[in-house]
C-alpha cells in the first residue's frame, strides 16, 4: 500500500504542496495532469530522491519518509530507461538483484523468468545498444522488478513507442500485475492509459491531487472545470443558473435553467448564480431531419469540424461562440449524409448535463 499524507517538497523554485494520496496493495494508481504540475517530482519523492518538506510517505504500513532510497524496497522505470551501455540484456536485467544476496543460480533463474514475462527471452545475450525503444523499455521494466520490490514506480513509460506498442506494453503491465502483485503507481500524460490500467486515478494541478478515485468516477464526474478540460471529458462552459423548483425527471431534485449568451438549458441542479456544466460527447443526440426523440434540451448548431477515429466521429457543433462535441458513428454519419457547414437538430437530456 502507498500513502502519501499532506506531502510537501520544493525543488528550485518550483514547489509542490498539501498531496495526500492512497493506493491500495496490489493496486495500479495512475498519477495524470499537465506538464509542470509535479508529476515525476511526485514519484521521485517516494522513491526517496527527494527529501519533502512536510508530510509522510507510507509503504505497506512502514513510514519511509526519511528512509534511504536503497532501503524502501521500490523499483523505478524512467521515461528515458537508464540502461548500462556496455552490459548486456542479463547483466542490465541481473544488476539490481547484486545486493539482494541470492545465488547465481537463483538470479539466472529470475532472470530467465522475468525474460519470458516480459518478452525479450531471445535479446538476453545481445547488447542493449541497437534495441528498439519498446525492447528497451521492457529491459528496464525487467530490471526494476528483478530484486522483487514492494512497489513499481513507472515515469511516462510509454512516451517513446508508438500507439501499436504501447498496447502491447499496456497488455504486458498487465500481465505483470497478475503474475507478480505489484503495486504499481505510473505517470501518465495518455487519458487512455488510465482508462485501460487503472484501479486509481488521481489528476495533480499546481494545488495538488485535484481529484481522484475510479478511472471512470473521474472521468465520468468530474468535480472542477479543471479536470473536465484536463481530461478532455466534453464541452465545459460557463454561465448562470436560475433555479426553476421540482424536476420532473428525478424525483427530489429540483430543475434549473442554464443560460449563457448563446444558450438555454434546463438542468437537474439546486444551484443559483455563477457556474459551469460539462457535456459529454455520447449523450449529445443529432439528426439532420428532425428533433432527436424527446429529450427536454433542443436546439439547432451549425457543425463547424468534424474528425473520424476508426468507427467514431466527433462533430464541433456550433451554438453561437459556443462549441458543443457529439459523438457519433461514422456508420450513422454517412448515412445521414452529415458535412461541415450542416445545421443539425440537437437533443439533449436534462439528467444527462453534469453540474459542477
Do not use: C
Amino acid at each position: 500500500m502507498i500513502q502519501i499524507q499532506d506531502l510537501a517538497l520544493q525543488v528550485g523554485d518550483f514547489r509542490l504542496s498539501g498531496v495526500s494520496l492512497e493506493l491500495p496493495t496490489g493496486g495500479h494508481g495512475l498519477i495524470i495532469g499537465p506538464t509542470g504540475s509535479g508529476k515525476t517530482t511526485l514519484l521521485e519523492a517516494i522513491a526517496g530522491h527527494l527529501r519533502p518538506t512536510a508530510g509522510r510517505i507510507v509503504l505497506d504500513g512502514q513510514d519511509v519518509t526519511w528512509v534511504p532510497p536503497e532501503e524502501r524496497g521500490i523499483g523505478f522505470v524512467y521515461q528515458t530507461y537508464h540502461l548500462f551501455p556496455h552490459y548486456s540484456v542479463r547483466e542490465n536485467v541481473a544488476y539490481g538483484m547484486g545486493r539482494t544476496g541470492m545465488d547465481a543460480t537463483a538470479i539466472r533463474t529470475r532472470v530467465d523468468a522475468l525474460a519470458e514475462l516480459v518478452g525479450i527471452a531471445p535479446l538476453l545475450d545481445r547488447g542493449v545498444r541497437g534495441l528498439s525503444g519498446g525492447e528497451q523499455q521492457r529491459v528496464a521494466l525487467a530490471r526494476a522488478l528483478a530484486p522483487k520490490p514492494r512497489i513499481l514506480l513507472l515515469d511516462e513509460p510509454f512516451a517513446a513507442v508508438d500507439p501499436a506498442l504501447r498496447r502491447v506494453l499496456r497488455r504486458t503491465l498487465r500481465e505483470i500485475r497478475e503474475h507478480e502483485g505489484i503495486t504499481t503507481l505510473h505517470v501518465t500524460h495518455d487519458v487512455d492509459d488510465a482508462l485501460r490500467l487503472g484501479d486509481m486515478v488521481a489528476v495533480l494541478s499546481a494545488d495538488g491531487i485535484v481529484q481522484s478515485g475510479p478511472p471512470e468516477q473521474v472521468f465520468r464526474y468530474p468535480e472542477s472545470p479543471f479536470v473536465a478540460e484536463f481530461l478532455a471529458a466534453g464541452s465545459v462552459l460557463k454561465g448562470r443558473f436560475e433555479r426553476l423548483g421540482p424536476s420532473g425527471d428525478d424525483a427530489g431534485a429540483f430543475a434549473a435553467r442554464f443560460v449563457t449568451a448563446d444558450l438555454e438549458l434546463e438542468v437537474v441542479s439546486e444551484r443559483e448564480g455563477v457556474g459551469h456544466i460539462l457535456i459529454r460527447p455520447e449523450d449529445v443526440l443529432v439528426s439532420r431531419t428532425s428533433h432527436p426523440g424527446p429529450p427536454r434540451n433542443q436546439f439547432e448548431a451549425r457543425v463547424r469540424h468534424l474528425e473520424r477515429l476508426g468507427p467514431v466521429a466527433t462533430l464541433h457543433l456550433g451554438v453561437g461562440e459556443a462549441i458543443i462535441f457529439a459523438s457519433i458513428t461514422t456508420a450513422t454519419l454517412e448515412e445521414q449524409g452529415i458535412q461541415i457547414g450542416d445545421r443539425l437538430a440537437v437533443g439533449l437530456k436534462a439528467t444527462a448535463i453534469h453540474v459542477f
